[in-house]
Nanobody, 125 residues
Framework: VQLQASGGGLVQPGGSLRLSCAAS????????MGWFRQAPGKEREFVAA??????ATYYAESAKGRFFISRDGAEVNLQMNSLQPEDTAVYYC?????????????????????WGQGTLVTVSS
């Protein structure tokens, strides 16, 4: 599956952005989904994940209370609020095929089979 991430941009500290991830020509209903980010000179890190079924979610400590992952079949979104300069990074969505009805979520890069190309988020005044 080919993933396409979008919605990045330049935002001031305290602002919000909504990232979206879609698959070309197909639903994401069969996948557990995750968002990761990679800042310059750093390793890719986990941000948020949601299960294939029942909308179970899991967040990195840095994202809790500010970021919210959601899905509607065709897309998986990441609502980011109260953004800070340290949130500046390229954000990637990722997909892992999952058994129908699974409520598992995954927080490491090796758990995922498919990756989007990334969308740049810059938080700066």
């Amino acid at each position: 599956v080919q993933l396409q991430a979008s919605g990045g941009g330049l935002v001031q500290p305290g602002g919000s952005l909504r990232l979206s991830c879609a698959a070309s020509g197909r639903s994401l209903n069969d996948y557990a989904m995750g968002w990761f980010r990679q800042a310059p000179g750093k390793e890719r890190e986990f941000v948020a994940a949601t299960s294939q079924s029942r909308g179970a979610t899991y967040y990195a400590e840095s994202a809790k209370g500010r970021f919210f992952i959601s899905r509607d079949g065709a897309e998986v979104n990441l609502q980011m609020n109260s953004l800070q300069p340290e949130d500046t990074a390229v954000y990637y969505c990722a997909a892992r095929p999952s058994i129908k009805g699974s409520v598992r979520f995954y927080d490491t890069t090796s758990d995922y089979d498919y990756w989007g190309q990334g969308t740049l988020v810059t938080v700066s005044s």
